[in-house]
């Protein structure tokens, strides 16, 4: 049996030279966690449902009581932009747990990888509500109107208070998860490791220091998108196939 190794002219001759290491290649499917992070943020955040006085009373930095009386005032745009963001997102980051099924849980015996797709499997199912019930309150305010009176309403502006912000708490677990596999199994970038350890714990803190439940909801989107980019180019072990770096 014999064996053959490409020359360096071959080498030349597809783009690399003799000398060249091999060129870094990105992986794409990373950052489906990415635009799924990118989305839910918009999302939740910046398409935010709430009343204009309300709004104003927290610029100033006073309380301000919301009542029935405040839905008619209530942007409808605001809440179907809101709704398509966190659907579109909740799409994305369901293929990213397939993808991650696939590529990782697959190669490798790790429970916290598995942690990773049950975390973000939860928050997908519970978004899906929770967008849901935002999108649905546009649509009583909006194409049809009429159909409730402001109490009734009023409930689903209720339901939507927070109904965007508590499902992340699931993709906050994921990134326990990540900790656990960057310094115990040493399968992820222990940099990317480190970086899911301070929105992981961070938030944790402040949500239990707070007692709000939202939290999470706030910033672990962030955190969504600087996985999928960081695994998407970095030499995590779980990407790259070999050793962690």
């Not at 360096?8 to 091999?22: F, H, M, N, Y």
């Not at 799924?36 to 301000?64: H, M, N, Q, S």
């Not at 605001?78 to 980051?93: I, Q, Y």
């Amino acid at each position: 049996m014999s064996t053959t190794s490409a020359s360096p002219s071959a080498a030349v001759g597809r783009g690399i030279g003799p000398d060249e290491p091999p060129r870094r290649r990105i992986t794409l499917w990373p950052l489906w966690a990415s635009l799924a992070g990118a989305l839910g943020w918009i999302g939740t955040i910046v398409f935010d449902v709430r009343p204009p006085a309300e709004t104003e009373a927290w610029k100033k930095g006073e309380d301000y009581l919301v009542t029935a009386a405040d839905m008619s005032t209530l942007d409808v745009v605001t809440g179907r932009m809101g709704w398509t963001a966190g659907l579109a997102s909740v799409a994305a980051l369901l293929v990213f747990c397939a993808c991650w099924r696939r590529s990782v849980e697959s190669r490798y015996d790790s429970a916290a990888a598995r942690v990773v797709t049950l975390g973000a499997t939860a928050t997908a199912g519970a978004a899906l509500l929770g967008y849901a019930w935002k999108g649905a309150l546009a649509n009583y305010l909006g194409p049809e109107s009429g159909l409730y009176d402001d109490e009734g309403l009023f409930i689903y502006y209720i339901l939507t208070d927070f109904g965007a912000y508590l499902p992340w708490f699931g993709v906050l677990v994921s990134a326990f998860a990540v900790v656990w596999m960057a310094f115990a199994e040493r399968l992820v970038s222990r940099v990317l490791g480190a970086v899911s350890a301070v929105f992981a714990v961070g938030l944790t803190a402040l949500m239990l220091a707070m007692g709000v439940p939202g939290i999470p909801g706030t910033l672990i989107q962030i955190w969504l998108v600087i996985a999928g980019i960081w695994l998407a180019v970095g030499r995590s072990r779980v990407i790259i196939g070999g050793s962690d770096r």
